[in-house]
């Protein structure tokens, strides 16, 4: 079982900032396509952020230019920084890994990732 461990989540006010962090294994950080995606209550799950395995990030659109994603590869773990928020960013946010395909190619669906953090709950006031 790979185990991701996010943390970071909490409440802020409309047009706030928060970070999160998701700590993976060694062998998942640096091979694997990584993600963060979010489910908000009653919807869909949706990408956030999506990183592949050559280094690629592709923003969801509704995130772009206020969330920025980082790595800190001596400490295997992903940051998402989000910044500007809006009560619409509430939702319960997973980091999500998954094994690269042929030609380490990575899937583009949200729903796709085989492994998940536990996921850690982001609410934002008006």
């Known amino acids: 079982q790979i185990q991701l461990v996010e943390s970071g989540g909490g409440s802020v006010q409309s047009g706030g900032s928060l970070i999160l962090s998701c700590v993976a294994p060694?062998?998942?950080?640096?091979?694997?396509?990584l993600g963060w995606v979010r489910q908000a209550a009653g919807k869909d799950i949706e990408s956030v952020v999506a990183?592949?395995?050559?280094?690629?990030?592709t923003y969801g659109d509704s995130v772009k230019g206020r969330f920025t994603v980082s790595r800190d590869n001596a400490k295997n773990t992903l940051y998402l920084q989000m910044n500007s928020m809006k009560p619409e960013d509430t939702a319960i946010y997973y980091c999500a890994a998954d094994e690269p395909g042929s030609g380490d190619s990575c899937s583009d669906r949200a729903d796709e990732y085989a492994h998940w953090g536990q996921g850690t709950q982001v609410t934002v006031s008006s």
């Open positions: 060694r062998d998942i950080y640096s091979r694997y396509c």
């Open positions: 990183i592949e395995t050559k280094g690629a990030i």
